[in-house]
């Protein structure tokens, strides 16, 4: 069903990053094919592929369906992301262990928000449907996020997402954020980093951009609570151009890394337990 896109978003995320139909962007190709079908068959609505593809009426159709229909919730709320690839399926799990078979909408409507009250399934089927049909193909296209957007979004996981040794590269930003370069990390513009305690990580940065801990955002460069120009220094340890961070029982649960020579290259530590 479309449904299951919500929890299998990581894996399309994948999918925009490491592959292509034709050099194109996978996501605007599910988009095109959602389109078509919605246009040639005015009666056709997202509910339709509630379980499959309508029946075998649009085969394989769930799948450019449920794309769509997510990355149009995207386009309705920045925040609506970060909902979809993490917040979606924690609410899935525990709604449908409360009441087995109606999870998926429970879930929805849980998660989601529309004008500040929750997101009703059958008010977003009708949101979709007038959406889908509401402007040329090319228009709706441009709503869409790009490549980059997707795969360079911030996430801010629920469990630990590094392993213990750390490459952080520097480049040229490919998400418009402001400034110039940015920190990497596996691949990702600024990716926010969620650590565990009891663990201690070692970080490997470029010699021209050193690598830094702060309670505040951008460090030295920011302010904060914590005020401006500070360092976070408890348990850190630097060796050339590696530095080593014990998370602990006392670590802040919330830390940022930054580049102590220029400012705004950096991004978000969560600490879990």
């Known amino acids: 069903m479309w449904q299951e896109h919500l929890t299998n978003m990581d894996s399309l995320r994948q999918s925009v990053s490491l592959r292509s139909y034709a050099q194109k962007n996978p996501i605007q190709e599910y988009q095109r094919e959602a389109y078509d079908m919605f246009a040639l068959n005015n009666a056709l609505s997202l509910e339709n592929f509630n379980m499959g593809d309508n029946g075998g009426a649009n085969e394989g159709g769930q799948y450019s ?96 997402n590094a392993p213990v040794n750390i490459t952080v590269t520097a480049a040229a930003k490919v998400i418009d954020n402001g400034g110039n370069n940015k920190y990497f990390i ?25 690598f830094k801990f702060s309670q505040s955002s951008d460090g030295t460069h920011g302010s904060g609570s914590y005020g401006s120009g500070s360092t976070y220094t408890t348990d850190v340890s630097m060796t050339g151009t590696t530095v080593t961070l014990k998370v ?26």
Request: net charge neutral; hydrophobic share 35%; proline share 3%.
């Open 65 to 160: 369906a449920g794309a769509a229909a997510l990355m149009y919730l995207w386009t309705l709320d920045a925040t609506n992301f970060q909902k979809i690839m993490i917040d979606y399926y924690a609410n899935w799990a525990e709604a449908e262990a409360l009441r087995s078979g109606y999870g998926w909408s429970d879930a929805f409507k849980n998660t989601f928000t529309k004008n500040d009250s929750p997101y009703e399934i059958s008010t977003f089927y009708s949101d979709f449907n007038n959406w889908i049909r509401s402007d040329t193909k090319a228009n709706l296209k441009s709503q869409f996020k790009s490549k980059n957007q997707i795969v360079h979004a911030d996430l801010l996981t629920t469990t630990e």
């Open 186 to 210: 596996d691949g990702v513009q600024q990716k926010s980093l969620v650590l565990k305690e009891g663990k201690t990580y070692t970080f490997t940065y470029p010699s021209g951009h050193p």
């Open 248 to 273: 602990t029982a006392s670590t802040p649960k919330t830390l940022y890394y930054f580049c102590s020579i220029h400012s705004g290259m950096g991004g978000k530590i969560k600490i879990v337990d």
